[in-house]
């Protein structure tokens, strides 16, 4: 079945610093997700993809929907203590599946 | 508020026991999902509504899962027999069809089964 892989998994920077996280997979999506997830809370969109090419921004997010339509990634720029979290990418195929990936988890060095 | 609601948010059962969790969508949308996650990884997909009718389910859904959504409004996720690998969150998330794929989640029911 389709699966998604994450990486890195966990990215340990200083604040301030550029943050770029991708998400491949073997299979072809619709719709690149990516979302955030704080502790005890669920995940929160940030931006949707829905276009191969397609380069959204949302503030200081910004994230492509590869030409394959395999592959997307998520990159923040000049990162801040509230950014620490998991970054979780999600795909939509067929009718409406959407399957996500195992994280990233963003921690953020004092 | 609005937002996605579960409940409870937490719930701790002996292995046998059957549970049952309650999801309040946000009300104009019409797709309803369940997911299931564990320490560590993604959410994972369990069933998915739009409206009334049951669209989709996971072929790890085993057959003490059962889900609904009578009216197309709340859904109900109840799991019967529980064992403890059904200790996970249990995220209800809700979006327009035509906007597929932006979910808007609730904060989940945390399960531990003893």
């Known amino acids: 079945g389709q699966q998604l892989n994450q990486s890195p998994q966990s990215m340990f920077i200083q604040e301030g610093e550029d943050v770029s996280m991708n998400c491949t997979s073997s299979s072809i999506f619709n719709t690149w997700l990516w979302y955030k997830q704080d502790p005890g809370e669920g995940p929160v969109l940030l931006i949707a993809?829905?276009?191969?090419?397609e380069l959204t921004s949302n503030g200081r997010l910004t994230a492509q929907f590869g030409i394959t339509r395999k592959d997307s990634f998520l990159n923040i720029s000049a990162s801040i203590p509230s950014d620490v979290g998991i970054y979780f990418c999600?795909?939509?195929?067929?009718?409406?599946?959407?399957?996500f990936g195992k994280g990233t988890r963003l921690h953020i060095l004092p | 508020d609005t937002g996605v609601s579960q409940n409870p948010r937490h719930k701790i059962t002996k292995r046998g026991q059957n549970v049952t969790f309650r999801c309040d969508p946000i009300s104009e949308h019409n797709r309803l999902y369940w997911y299931r996650q564990t320490l560590g990884q993604g959410p994972e997909f369990l069933t998915y509504f739009q409206n009334e009718a049951q669209l989709e389910k996971s072929r790890l859904l085993s057959d003490r899962f059962s889900a609904e959504r009578p009216k197309g409004s709340f859904s109900t996720l109840e799991i019967q027999r529980t064992e403890q690998g059904d200790s996970a969150m249990y995220l209800c998330a809700s979006s327009f069809a035509s906007a597929a794929g932006e979910l808007f989640f609730g904060e989940g029911s945390r399960l531990t089964v003893l």
């Open positions: 999600a795909g939509r195929w067929g009718d409406d599946k959407i399957i």
């Open positions: 993809l829905y276009k191969a090419g």
